[in-house]
């Protein structure tokens, strides 16, 4: 079956920590896989994405995430987190041409001042 | 570019009742996705239109339907009501001519079920 797997379900950092997130998935085929933030009153938003490429990708706010296909991981880092980085993080994945995603369960990052 | 809308922002309903929540996607996307959010289950698929037509379904029994119009607009409804679709319902919409675009999302509507 896919599924989507974020193991850390609740991390705290401070200001200025790295921080990596992980996320597993379990799809067969190929895939497209995102990086989706939630701030406290908002909706989600798309922090970045691989469709195909470098594995490599950046997104906004100085996120960025490496697809390891040997691993099936797509982990979310940032060097030097801030505190309006304080949110819930949702790794996702979708197959081929379908918009069909299927979400992790979340990750709630909370960073202290 | 306006981003996608959803109303009503809030709801609360009655056990037994039914809801129809509506989605206004981005000018020029065609499809429109709904998801389910809550605290228990996370974020879950439940159905996809393009061009009026489903084009993928999740695993949701059949009081949850939808449709989608020749604007784009999209509707969900949900029948008879139970205290567990208390949830966020969250619509989507992005470009999709055949191969997956990214998605964007609307704020949500909040159902309450008593």
């Known amino acids: 079956a896919q599924s989507v797997s974020q193991h850390n379900h609740h991390v705290i950092l401070s200001e200025a920590a790295s921080l990596e997130l992980g996320c597993n998935y379990s799809?067969?085929?190929?895939?497209?896989l995102f990086w989706y933030v939630q701030y406290p009153g908002q909706h989600l938003q798309l922090l970045l994405k691989?469709?195909?490429?470098?594995?490599l990708v950046k997104g906004i706010k100085g996120f960025e995430a490496e697809f390891i296909k040997s691993k099936f991981s797509f982990n979310l880092r940032k060097p030097s987190v801030q505190w309006s980085d304080t949110a819930e993080y949702f790794c996702?994945?979708?197959?081929?041409?379908?918009?069909?995603?299927?979400f992790g369960t979340g990750t709630l990052l909370a960073v202290q001042p | 570019k306006a981003g996608v809308t959803q109303t009503p922002r809030y709801l609360i309903k009655t056990r037994g009742q039914q809801v129809t929540l509506s989605c206004s996607p981005i000018?020029?996307?065609?499809?429109v996705s709904w998801y389910q959010q809550t605290p228990g289950q996370g974020l879950q698929f439940l159905f996809e239109?393009?061009?009026?037509?489903?084009?993928n379904k999740g695993n949701f029994p059949g009081r949850f339907s939808g449709r989608q119009f020749s604007n784009s607009r999209s509707e969900m409804n949900v029948s008879t009501l139970e205290l567990g679709d208390s949830a966020l319902y969250l619509c989507?919409?992005?470009?999709?001519?055949?191969?997956?675009?990214?998605?964007?999302f609307g704020p949500g509507t909040r159902l309450t079920v008593t």
């Open positions: 989507a919409s992005s470009e999709s001519g055949g191969r997956s675009y990214e998605q964007y």
């Open positions: 799809y067969g085929g190929t895939v497209n």
């Open positions: 691989y469709f195909s490429g470098d594995p």
């Open positions: 996702a994945v979708n197959g081929g041409a379908t918009n069909k995603l299927i």
């Open positions: 000018s020029g996307h065609r499809s």
């Open positions: 239109y393009f061009s009026e037509t489903q084009r």
